[in-house]
């Protein structure tokens, strides 16, 4: 369980986190933590990392989503993704959202009665698939 005392390093060690965060939190180190900040307690970053339109680093919403990666891995979440269009599925699906593929497209489903209604939601890291397959772009430009 990850929390305010971990760093960006730490929770991106594990390969199946790394793989698969950019689909619930885009671009960490990419555009919004510089190296020097990598190694330091989230609780810092939070108070010394400005997003570019001024709010302060989003913390809490990194250690959720790596928590709720890592309890997937672990298989102890209400929820799994779902490929749309992969022919081969495991039934432990991380996808791995640098690469914009079709098999990155998928549904984050509930694990029980997937066929009643239960909360589902399509994601897409950067839309070219669904532009693609659909002809409507969610996610961004691709």
Same mark, same amino acid.
């Given at each position: @369980?990850? /929390? !305010?005392?971990?760093?960006?390093?730490?929770? @991106?060690?594990?390969e199946g986190i790394k793989?698969?965060?950019?689909?619930?939190? $885009?671009?960490?180190t990419d555009r919004f &933590?510089? *190296?020097? !900040?990598?190694?330091?307690?989230?609780?810092?970053?939070?108070?010394? &990392?400005?997003? $570019?339109?001024?709010?302060?680093?989003?913390?809490?919403?990194?250690?959720?989503?790596?928590?709720?990666?890592?309890?997937?891995?672990?298989?102890?979440?209400?929820? *799994?993704? &779902?490929?749309?269009?992969?022919? /081969?599925?495991?039934?432990? !699906?991380?996808?791995?959202?640098?690469?914009?593929?079709?098999? /990155?497209?998928?549904?984050?489903?509930?694990?029980?009665?997937?066929?009643?209604?239960?909360?589902?939601?399509?994601?897409? $890291?950067?839309?070219?698939?669904?532009?693609?397959?659909?002809?409507? &772009?969610?996610?961004?430009?691709?």
């Open positions: @369980m990850f /929390t !305010y005392q971990n760093t960006i390093r730490e929770i @991106m060690s594990c793989r698969s965060i950019g689909i619930f939190f $885009p671009e960490i &933590v510089s *190296e020097k !900040y990598l190694d330091q307690p989230l609780v810092i970053v939070e108070k010394e &990392v400005k997003m $570019p339109w001024g709010a302060p680093f989003q913390a809490g919403d990194l250690i959720e989503s790596a928590n709720r990666i890592s309890n997937m891995l672990q298989g102890t979440d209400d929820y *799994e993704f &779902v490929p749309l269009w992969c022919e /081969t599925f495991s039934g432990c !699906y991380m996808p791995e959202a640098a690469k914009n593929n079709e098999e /990155t497209v998928c549904l984050m489903a509930t694990k029980a009665n997937r066929g009643g209604k239960k909360p589902t939601v399509i994601l897409c $890291p950067g839309g070219k698939i669904c532009q693609s397959k659909c002809g409507t &772009v969610w996610g961004g430009p691709g």
